[in-house]
């Protein structure tokens, strides 16, 4: 690949909060062959006139995009019981409905709203989780069905889940000719929207720190990209590279102390790794390949990176001691954009074959690689991190949409947005 066209790809794969109304919109078109009966019913209320929110609604959306869950249809419903003591568990057997949540919703007199919620399991006839609750306040809601979406899947799976997580991601919107690019953050499932900044020129690989709070971006300024770092919550914002020539794919370090970065400040594209607290750049990479699109390994000992070195990009792995190098994907015309999951155990790429660009699942354990989409133009994977799911870009109809798709290839959904293209997807760590 000419240097030229290895640099499009390069950027064109790497845009105060306020709110938008660019909401994205779930449309699930696969699902795993074996799902889950469950029924969510509409949570009863006490001394409310009106709810900011259907928390049952959240719930059985979020399990059903899981992919895992079947719910049971509200219309189908013979009952809706708010407490146990009122379930008939005959009427639940007669839907074929292997769990219930049920739930209350009671406003305090501190005007919080204690949510009650319990899941029950219809065959034993007994509960999984008895009498949880939270206190929220009105705008936080979602994020109380969220956390019930969490403990439901996670009584039922064993594993963490992920709904009340965050993404970032970045929308192209107006002219197509004089975009207008947006950095934005929302919920998991594309709701509650906000715009963390917008540029009249590209903005690139968001990625979030560990704790959640802060997020590194490259934003372009008079044609130049610079590296910056942004706090979340407050919107403080601080530059931190803008050497000469490519600056690019910010990447944080599992400790949060550090970034690896594209620097070509030297003439080359190298890895280079910052620290946050000294400003002291080490270089990690000396080859007159391009070395690009960095990042960490989960237990912070080494950085898998796209590399020409071989003819062709590939991924290659940096021991962050030694700095010994070592290749290690050799299927496919190529590969780029290297992620790896929370363990340790995949690592995924987006892989060239037959002209088309597919998301890949790499068993580092075996070799063994497995495409997961089918869609034809894939960039920029992101893992959820329980690392059951990965977002990424793709075109539909000639328009940028993000799309989700399970580590085992079955369940795929999709996160189109009514406003411009959406590109750039990062998912957020669990918050501490």
Known sequence: MMLKQWLYVFFACMVSIGTTRAQLVIEITSGADQLLPIAVVPFGYNGVDALPEDIAQVVEDDLARSGLFQP??????LSMPSKE?????????????????????NK???GQYRIGFELLNVLSQKPVQKHASIDVNARNFRDAAHYISDK???????????????ILYVTAEGDKRSPLFKLQVADADGHRPQVVVESKEPIL?????????????????????????????TGKRQQVAQFRGLNGAPAWSPDGKKLALVLSKDN??????????????????????????????????????????GGNPQIYRLDTRSKRVERVTFE?????????????????????????????????????????????????????????????ATTDRGKGILAVVS?????????PSAEGDVREPSWSPYFK
């Open 152 to 166: 439901v899947y996670e009584l039922l799976t064993g594993s963490r889940g992920a709904f009340s997580t965050r």
């Open 205 to 233: 690989s968001p990625s979030w720190s560990m704790d959640g709070r802060n997020i590194a971006y490259v934003m372009f300024r008079n044609r130049r990209p610079s590296i910056f770092i942004q706090e979340l919550a």
């Open 72 to 77: 049971v249809p509200r219309a189908n419903m």
């Open 85 to 105: 003591e009122d379930v008939f568990y005959r009427d639940w057997r007669l839907l074929k409905s292997d769990y219930v949540v049920i739930g209350n919703i």
């Open 332 to 392: 496919g015309e190529l590969n780029t954009r290297a992620r790896m999951t929370p363990d340790g155990r995949y690592l995924v790429t987006v892989q060239k074959n037959d002209g088309n660009y597919h998301v890949a699942l790499q068993d580092m354990n075996t070799g063994r690689v497995q495409t997961l989409t089918e869609t034809y133009l894939d960039e920029s994977p992101s893992i959820a991190p329980n690392g059951s799911m990965v977002m990424y």
């Open 268 to 309: 080359n594209p190298e890895i280079y790794t910052l620290d946050i607290a000294t400003q002291k750049l080490e270089r990690m990479t000396n080859h007159y390949a391009i070395d690009t699109e960095p990042s960490w390994e989960p237990d912070g000992k080494g950085i898998v990176f796209t590399s020409d070195r």
């Open 108 to 110: 305090l007199p501190n």
């Open 407 to 415: 580590v085992d290839g079955l369940v795929k959904y999709r996160l």
